[in-house]
């Protein structure tokens, strides 16, 4: 789907982030403009420090910018107070990071249900671990489960309210090759089969072949940005 017949899910205006170190001043994000559509899969490469991660902390509602504005679906989330923010981490967003933050007592499927529980439309356990390839081992706890499966397991949790936004912060970081390349295709099929606008941060250069676009950053700036006519499937992708 192009660009055009989409519509905008972020609008990101003149986003800075400084951070404030004793007598040292950060600057994480210097002027950031960016849209972000709903459905799409974005990739973010770049070097460590250079903005990535701010980026989608504020996107996310966990951090709040310097200055600039982040609009999503036309609302400013610079403006709506700490419950608001609150409600839309919870109604509208799941997170996925590098390590899975499972809780090694519950199965599964428990981990799952921690957010199908309080969540207004949910997927069931059994359906968000059956989207990620893990139907087979819903009673499994976290010790019995490989890293791959277990990262799996939390993009289940992360997807199960039916977020309308994914944010991943390396969710391939601490696996090897093969293992990362089944968690890609469990995000690509997310993607895919709910419609959620998926972000993806990474130093992996070969998963851009995977996004609609694909941002790079310099220096708390967006440097470049690369349309991907035609996306790979994991499978295709080497590294």
């Given at each position: 789907m192009d660009q055009q017949s989409r519509q905008t899910a972020f609008r990101v205006k003149g986003l800075t982030k400084v951070y404030d170190m004793g007598e040292i001043q950060v600057r994480a994000l210097r002027g950031v403009d960016i849209d972000l559509y709903e459905g799409e899969f974005v990739v973010l490469l770049g070097p460590s420090g250079s903005g990535k991660s701010t980026l989608v902390n504020i996107l996310g509602g966990l951090d709040s910018p310097s200055e600039g504005h982040v609009?999503?679906?036309?609302?400013?989330?610079?403006?709506?107070?700490?419950?608001?923010?609150?409600?839309?981490?919870?109604?509208?967003?799941?997170?996925?990071?590098?390590?899975?933050?499972?809780?090694?007592?519950?199965?599964?499927?428990?981990?799952?249900?921690?957010?199908?529980?309080?969540?207004?439309?949910?997927?069931?356990?059994?359906?968000?671990?059956?989207?990620?390839?893990?139907?087979?081992?819903?009673?499994?706890?976290?010790?019995?489960?490989?890293?791959?499966?277990?990262?799996?397991?939390?993009?289940?949790?992360?997807?199960?309210?039916?977020?309308?936004?994914?944010?991943?912060?390396?969710?391939?970081?601490?696996?090897?090759?093969?293992?990362?390349?089944?968690?890609?295709?469990?995000?690509?099929?997310?993607?895919?089969?709910?419609?959620?606008?998926?972000?993806?941060i990474t130093h992996n250069a070969a998963i851009r072949h995977l996004a609609d676009r694909v941002i790079y950053f310099a220096d708390g700036r967006i440097s470049r940005i690369d349309l991907n006519e035609q996306r790979m499937k994991p499978s295709e992708v080497s590294w």
């Open positions: 609009f999503f679906r036309g609302e400013d989330l610079t403006l709506v107070g700490d419950k608001n923010l609150t409600l839309y981490r919870r109604n509208h967003v799941g997170f996925v990071f590098q390590f899975y933050n499972l809780i090694p007592s519950l199965t599964a499927r428990e981990n799952v249900a921690l957010v199908t529980e309080i969540s207004p439309d949910p997927l069931t356990p059994e359906e968000a671990l059956t989207l990620v390839g893990l139907g087979e081992r819903i009673n499994h706890f976290p010790a019995q489960l490989s890293g791959g499966e277990q990262q799996r397991v939390a993009i289940a949790r992360a997807v199960a309210k039916r977020p309308d936004v994914l944010l991943c912060d390396e969710p391939t970081g601490a696996l090897d090759i093969t293992t990362g390349v089944v968690v890609l295709d469990a995000l690509e099929r997310v993607n895919r089969e709910l419609g959620t606008l998926t972000v993806v």
